[in-house]
């Protein structure tokens, strides 16, 4: 079955400094690839989200990057704020209908003023 | 609904009695999904409802965990015997195809 490994598991950053976090998956047939952004007390909830067919997604300071043959995919939060500051989990798809998805252990981000 | 709704939002219990916990999806959702999360801990699959399809039960930790999902909407998760290891949040989710899950917000669990 499908393993989904994240890393770091902690990042802290500076106000304004971009962050990366990288998740690499073991099933090639993997197709859907979300990202859940949970806050301290509250339920994850999804940021961003790329299919296989696409290699680079934006939406305002975040944006997600997918690399089929290396199987990997990342998440790139540029001018980061206080509020960025969250457990940030990715998963990956590998049934018929992009579900069922399998999660990383999560990245603990602190953006510090 | 608006959104996925689960109740009751908080449930402290004795151990060894049974318990219910219940979701809502978003009418229309096909795909309904229990996690667990215990504190600062990641999400921990449980079992996943497609449609009219058998469900995947296999994340449930033990024989004591059951869920149904009737009328291919609102599930219940039935935890027997209640452990202390069982307390948690239990998070339920519901999606369309390739859209992401929406998630509740939970039920916390404690059993003293």
């Known amino acids: 079955g499908e393993n989904v490994e994240q890393h770091p598991s902690t990042l802290s950053v500076q106000e304004g400094d971009s962050a990366v976090i990288k998740c690499t998956y073991s099933?090639?047939?993997?197709?859907?690839f979300p990202w859940y952004k949970q806050e301290l007390g509250k339920r994850p909830q999804l940021i961003i989200d790329?299919?296989?067919?696409?290699g680079e997604k934006k939406d305002q300071r975040i944006a997600v990057t997918l690399n089929k043959t290396a199987k990997h995919f990342s998440l790139h939060i540029t001018e980061t704020q206080p509020e960025d500051s969250a457990v940030y989990f990715c998963a990956a798809s590998s049934n018929n209908y992009g579900q069922n998805f399998v999660f990383g252990p999560g990245t603990r981000l602190s953006v510090l003023p | 609904g608006a959104g996925v709704s689960q109740s009751p939002s908080n449930k402290v219990t004795e151990k060894g009695k049974d318990v219910e916990l219940r979701c809502d999806p978003i009418?229309?959702?096909?795909?309904l999904y229990w996690y667990r999360q215990s504190l600062g801990q990641g999400l921990e699959f449980l079992i996943y409802?497609?449609?009219?399809?058998?469900?995947?039960k296999s994340g449930l930790p033990s024989d004591r965990f059951s869920a149904e999902r009737t009328g291919g909407s609102v599930s219940t998760l039935t935890i027997q015997r209640t452990q202390q290891e069982d307390s948690a949040v239990y998070l339920c989710?519901?999606?369309?195809?390739?859209?992401?899950?929406?998630f509740g917000s939970g039920t916390r669990l404690t059993v003293v």
């Open positions: 989710a519901s999606s369309l195809p390739y859209k992401g899950y929406t």
């Open positions: 409802f497609q449609g009219n399809s058998a469900p995947d």
């Open positions: 099933d090639s047939a993997s197709n859907y």
């Open positions: 790329i299919r296989s067919n696409v």
């Open positions: 009418s229309g959702h096909t795909a």
